[in-house]
């Protein structure tokens, strides 16, 4: 076979132009999964939209399980009220369990300065402003995934200052420059401003360092005509809510998301394969609805999780031409991989940690020391072995005590043929 044959990509074999069961979330602007395929959260876009609506700014988080699509239904609102002349950044903020107040400032100007950029219509007042952001990042060092910035002191100030330097690049003169931009955003005719955070579950285990974050931007984020939001887990939440002075200041309960419903997970599933098929070229679904059934309720209707196990079980049997995953194809080659990569790379006493960890949706190190009647000391070794090989994660913390749960990927493993999946997952 040519070289070149055998780099064909593998959803081209389907007529498709990509992986339609890529977990990336649906962006604001750009990105090759359709908006149309956003479905089955309309009680919670309208929250949101009344939220943005009540002018004069807000605070609001945003919280569920890994893989329920929370940054999408943000970015999905979000992309609403740009269109109803809000201005938000084109990507999410990303938060650092190691952020302090200036980075959560900096972040957010940094933001604000990046989609300005990009914008098409280029007015003499963008270009003013996008010229007195650069100061600021001319001062500032800030490394992480979106932003690097490393450049000689110096340059025109922002506001009624001349000249900008690391001694003026505190936490007042920060706020007040925040404040200012967010006023001249103002004056470019835009109603109001949305912010998004991300990633904020990365602190579930650091719930210290959130709660100091938390109460040094308490001020910050009560700043007028802009709408923070906040998404994270439900530790997320509730560490955020144990904290009166900064929750009293949050403008509705938590968003909750639950799993989407299996009408809506074949709907999405499908949207996207249309979506992505190839012009003039006949195409072909991968899935049978019998393995995204299964899927759904081994993975409790996590969307994240059925769209990964499609993609990988797909992959894994697609050779030279289309195949069709029917419910014993996903549940065989899904139970091998989980095997091979996972738990034949664990030792048996952890192997049965996991087998009994995957009876429950949830479990502590007490509780597995009394199932397995084993020291608590050991479990916890255990328990952060299985963390360290992707195993598990950690969902919740109630004081001391830590909840987890097995990755999506080890409950593969129920899938084993051999003992039927069936029951094994109306037991899970």
Request: hydrophobic share 40%; glycine share 4%.
């Amino acid at each position: 076979m040519d070289s070149n044959e055998e780099y064909v990509s593998i959803w081209e074999i389907y007529g498709l132009q990509s992986d339609p069961f890529t977990i990336s979330p649906i962006l604001v602007k750009g990105g090759l999964i359709s908006q149309k395929s956003f479905m089955g959260r309309e009680d919670e876009i309208k929250r949101l939209e009344k939220i943005f609506r009540s002018t004069g700014g807000s605070r609001t988080i945003v919280c569920g399980m890994q893989g329920v699509g929370k940054t999408t239904l943000v970015n999905m609102a979000r992309l609403k009220a740009i269109e109803n002349n809000f201005f938000s950044p084109f990507q999410e903020i990303k938060v650092d369990v190691d952020w302090e107040v200036n980075d959560f400032i900096v972040n957010s100007i940094a933001a604000i300065y990046s989609s300005l950029i990009k914008m098409k219509q280029q007015t003499k007042e963008i270009t003013e402003l996008i010229e007195k952001l650069k100061p600021i990042f001319e001062t500032y060092e800030q490394r992480d995934s979106n932003y690097s910035v490393s450049t000689p002191v110096g340059g025109v100030g922002f506001g009624n200052t001349t000249t900008i330097n690391q001694a003026k690049l505190n936490s007042t003169w920060l706020t007040e420059t925040f404040q200012t931009i967010i006023n001249s955003i103002k004056k470019l005719g835009f109603r109001e401003i949305i912010l998004h955070y991300n990633n904020l579950d990365t602190f579930d285990e650091e719930e210290e360092k959130m709660k100091k974050l938390f109460n040094r931007i308490r001020d910050i984020i009560q700043i007028p005509n802009v709408h923070f939001i906040f998404v994270g887990s439900p530790t997320t939440s509730s560490i955020i809510s144990s904290i009166p002075r900064v929750i009293n200041t949050f403008t509705d309960t938590p968003i909750t998301l639950e799993p989407l419903s299996l009408i809506n997970v074949k709907k999405i599933i499908k949207t996207r394969i249309e979506h992505l098929a190839i012009e003039d070229m006949r195409y072909f679904d991968p899935t049978a609805e019998e393995a995204i059934e299964l899927l759904y309720s081994l993975h409790n209707g996590n969307i994240r999780a059925i769209l990964n196990s499609l993609s990988t079980a797909i992959r894994e049997v697609t050779e030279e031409k289309p195949v069709i995953l029917t419910k014993d194809m996903a549940s065989n080659i899904l139970y091998k991989i989980a095997k091979k990569r996972f738990a034949d790379k664990i030792t048996t006493t952890m192997q049965s940690v996991l087998m009994e960890m995957l009876k429950q949706k949830e479990s502590t190190n007490k509780i597995l020391a009394v199932k397995l009647k084993k020291q608590p000391q050991n479990i916890s070794k255990y328990l952060g072995v299985l963390k360290e090989n992707q195993c598990i994660i950690l969902i919740r913390a109630d004081g001391r005590e830590k909840f987890y749960a097995i990755a999506e990927w080890i409950k593969w493993l129920l899938l084993d043929p051999q003992k039927g999946y069936q029951a094994q997952i109306i037991q899970f």
